[in-house]
């Protein structure tokens, strides 16, 4: 099947979002361990470095809380233990080392699921004149999935990747246990068919290095 929609990317309108690869999530001893998010740390990083190459703005999210209870609200409803776990100052909210920013990248912190509530990600963005965004981290179905819906909703044209995403399995809450691949399958086809592209990371890495050549060519 033919993809519903394919953006032709610009890297200098185009940015890299890093969807909370922190410690919390991605570490065996993470307190909200996604084991699958091992998986794709690799296609993240090349990812990460042809951007960079491209001069394209990578952007970290990372989710972040003050740790008294001020800030979570609703968060804590569905998390009891979300001040600690997510505490600022506290080694499992940092980005894994794997994946650590550099100086030139930049950091955006949320309180929640996306990426845009409350936070400058929108102001950022268009400062540096973005208007197509490629989304990669983890969960798929929660915060990578909050953040393309809300960048759908501003506008911006949304590439998630298939294979650098990272879902997680489900206990049974009344409909019985479903699995991290369940979760992947349907959120591809949601996003695919409802918000934007899709695609493998080899794919997107691949016309962003030869819209780079292009250009030093010229």
Same mark, same amino acid.
């Given at each position: ?21 922190? %410690? ?23 990812? =990460? @470095? ?19 209870? =001020? ?11 979300? %001040? ?5 100052? +506290? ?6 080392? *794997? ?14 699921? =996306?990426?845009?509530?409350? /936070? ?10 973005? %208007? +197509?965004?490629?989304?990669?981290? #983890?969960?798929? %179905?929660?915060?990578? *999935?909050? +953040? ?30 479903? =699995?991290?691949? @369940? ?28 819209? #780079?050549?292009?250009?030093?060519? /010229?």
């Amino acid at each position: 099947m033919k993809p519903r929609v394919k953006w032709d990317i610009q890297p200098e309108r185009t940015a890299v979002i890093v969807v909370d690869m922190q %410690n919390v999530f991605c570490k065996p001893d993470g307190a909200l361990y996604v084991p699958r998010a091992e998986g794709i740390v690799g296609n993240i990083k090349a990812l =990460s @470095e042809a951007a960079r190459e491209a001069g394209m703005p990578v952007v970290y999210l990372r989710h972040i809380v003050r740790g008294d209870g =001020s800030d979570t609200g609703r968060m804590r409803d569905m998390y009891p233990n979300v %001040n600690e776990i997510l505490k600022r100052g +506290t080694p499992g909210v940092e980005i894994i080392d *794997e994946l650590a920013p550099l100086p030139q990248d930049i950091i955006v912190d949320k309180l929640f699921y =996306s990426g845009f509530h409350d /936070t400058d990600l929108d102001t950022i963005l268009r400062k540096h004149d973005v %208007n +197509t965004i490629i989304i990669c981290g #983890t969960v798929t %179905n929660v915060c990578c *999935e909050t +953040t393309v819906r809300d960048g759908a909703h501003l506008e911006y044209k949304v590439i998630f990747l298939s294979d650098a995403n990272a879902a997680m399995d489900y206990p049974d809450l009344g409909w019985g246990d479903i =699995s991290a691949e @369940e979760i992947q399958r349907v959120a591809l086809t949601v996003i695919a068919y409802e918000f934007g592209q899709v695609s493998p990371t080899a794919e997107i890495v691949k016309e962003i290095r030869s819209k #780079t050549r292009l250009k030093q060519a /010229t």
